[in-house]
């Protein structure tokens, strides 16, 4: 726990006073119960988009030099266990969200070995994006592509909202993950890398079931981080995508919605990277610069 050197909150919950009720900070009291007795942290929130946001912002932390580390998690949430449950009781059936969720990532710098995130092609709902489920699924997995020169097949999976759907379709809102990549897919057709008729095999090859409990915002795509990492390091994908969407009109500030979206990818296998220059690189060049100039002044 002490090598942690920085801690970011991303769950649905905010702690406070009466006078400043979302004051924080959920990531550094999380550390000192840990024994991360080196670490401090602060909270993010944007619904269900905040967990990616959370990850992006630790990862760029880190590959910026200003933290050698950065654990990012979040708890589940209280409320989530009435929302589904009292569907599944007014219907019948027993309440399946029986649970209270986490998840923790740990972010550290590029040994040349782990999979890494491109942080060259990051998704975000700009203000004037739109808010239609197309523009959504645009700004979030086409434009990325595209400012590196991808295409949709390109990605061996997308992670979206990955609520398990035998809890969410008798609560009324549906095979969540389903409707994700098939919205995916749709934007694919229209942008024409995919036919229609490939719809149905290119959402069964590239979406992923819904297997995580609607815990705060958990679902949003980044339970799948430690699979994707697993298989890119066994060399059975070599691109995955996390999307995270969220509803920032529950709020009632805005109309609009949010969400941000990453690309996991392997390795170079050059760790390091970000650091630019080590410190033995600076001292051979310094070496032989001398070693140059003590030729010349010698004749």
């Known amino acids: 726990p002490t090598d942690i050197d920085y801690v970011i909150e991303c769950s649905e919950e905010a702690a406070g006073d009466m006078n400043q009720r979302g004051g924080g900070n959920f990531a550094k009291a999380v550390a000192e119960i840990a024994g991360c007795t080196n670490a401090s942290g602060f909270d993010v929130r944007s619904f269900c988009a905040g967990p990616v946001n959370a990850v992006i912002a630790g990862a760029t932390q880190v590959a910026s030099g200003a933290r050698p580390n950065v654990v990012v998690l979040a708890g589940g949430a209280i409320p989530k266990l009435f929302m589904n449950s009292r569907d599944h009781v007014r219907k019948g059936i027993p309440p399946l969200e029986d649970c209270l969720g986490s998840f923790a990532v740990l972010l550290d710098a590029d040994d040349g070995t782990c999979p890494v995130i491109r942080l060259d092609a990051l998704g975000k709902h700009s ?3 739109g808010a239609s489920p197309q523009a959504i699924t645009s700004a979030l997995v086409y434009e990325p592509l ?3 020169g991808l295409s949709f097949g390109d ?3 997308f992670a979206a909202e990955l609520q398990i759907p035998e809890i969410t379709v008798p609560a009324g809102a549906g095979d969540v993950p389903a409707a994700n990549f098939k919205m995916i897919a749709a934007l694919a057709v229209m942008k024409g890398e995919l036919k229609k008729e490939e719809m149905a095999s290119f959402v069964e090859a590239k979406g992923i079931p819904g297997f995580a409990h609607t815990q ?3 679902p949003s795509g980044v339970p799948f981080i430690g699979h994707a990492c697993e298989a890119i390091k066994a060399a059975r994908y070599k691109r995955v995508m996390i999307i995270g969407k969220g509803s920032l009109f529950l709020a009632r500030l805005t109309n609009l919605s949010d969400g941000a979206s990453f ?3 392997p390795s170079s296998g050059r760790s390091g990277e970000a650091g630019g220059v080590t410190p033995e690189e600076v001292r ?3 070496l032989e610069a001398l070693e ?3 030729k010349e002044l010698t004749g």
């Open 216 to 218: 705060g915002h958990i």
């Open 127 to 129: 203000v004037g994006a």
């Open 146 to 148: 595209q400012k590196i």
């Open 263 to 265: 690309i996991i990818e």
């Open 284 to 286: 051979r060049i310094l």
């Open 155 to 157: 990605v061996d999976k």
């Open 292 to 294: 140059d100039l003590s």
